[in-house]
């Protein structure tokens, strides 16, 4: 029987028969990996404690015909804290749908793997502002799919930018005002100065910057509706009331 050990977190689980579950795991080998939770749906299943989204393990999976069965969990962490305040909770799993729709079968993705483990740690242990991550981790993600953002001059004419200042939504440039479209929305100097530092600053430094949640809450807005044309794909979590 072939088996292999993986390291990775669990994103999704889903109730399979009356026993089982089937677990969507994102992995440092080998990317996305979908297994055979056996028998974790009784109450005293010793593996129960896999099946749960934000699970950091080693798992042991057995090659089977119709595809992988976990034997073993060696757990690392299981953020369980997470669960603990509800607003950390939901960005958290706005993290988890942002790395669902980026991931595709049979690549790996190094990266964005740490990038996910640092947020998540952020969130759960540092205390640090949960929308400082969001903002971060869309601003890496959109880096690592090739689409880093450009704070120098403005990304049509290549001026500097004097007067007001737009984040064009569909092309992830910033624009003058001689170059926006009509898909470009204007951001305030301290939106644009906020959004430059935490694209400058590492993940376990985000604590030090100082920002208003409305501030915040504009620029992941925007990177939402960037991130969606990005993906192709509408982005469900992330919904803020005005
Ligand atoms: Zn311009």
Redesign the pocket.
């Known amino acids: 029987m072939e088996e292999l050990k993986i390291t990775g977190i669990v994103l999704k689980s889903v109730n399979y028969g009356e026993k089982d579950k089937i677990i969507t795991i994102f992995s440092l080998e080998l990317g996305k990996v979908v297994a055979t939770l056996k028998g974790v749906n009784s109450s005293n299943a010793k593996l129960k404690f896999a099946s749960q989204v934000f699970c950091f393990a080693e798992f042991v999976l057995a090659k089977k015909s119709n595809g992988y069965v976990v034997t073993s969990v060696n757990l690392i962490d299981s953020f369980y804290d997470l669960t603990l305040d509800y607003d950390n909770f939901l960005m958290a799993c706005a993290l988890i749908e942002l790395v669902e729709l980026s991931l595709v079968d049979g690549e790996t993705y190094e990266n964005l793997f740490v990038l996910l483990l640092k947020s998540l740690k952020e969130i759960t242990y540092n205390n640090t502002n949960t929308k400082l991550v969001i903002t971060k981790f869309m601003l890496s993600l959109l880096k690592y799919m090739g689409y880093e953002i450009q704070f120098e001059n403005?990304q049509?004419?290549n001026?500097p930018i004097m007067n007001k200042i737009y984040f064009d939504v569909i092309s992830g440039d910033m624009?003058?005002e001689?170059?926006k479209t009509y898909t470009s929305y204007e951001i305030s100097k301290q939106e644009f100065a906020i959004l430059r530092i935490i694209n400058a600053t590492k993940m376990e430094n985000l604590k030090s910057i100082k920002s208003s949640n409305e501030v915040l809450l504009n620029l992941i807005k925007l990177l939402k509706l960037n991130l969606q044309e990005r993906f192709n794909k509408k982005i469900k979590s992330l919904n803020f009331e005005d």
């Open positions: 403005c049509r004419c001026l624009l003058c001689n170059c």
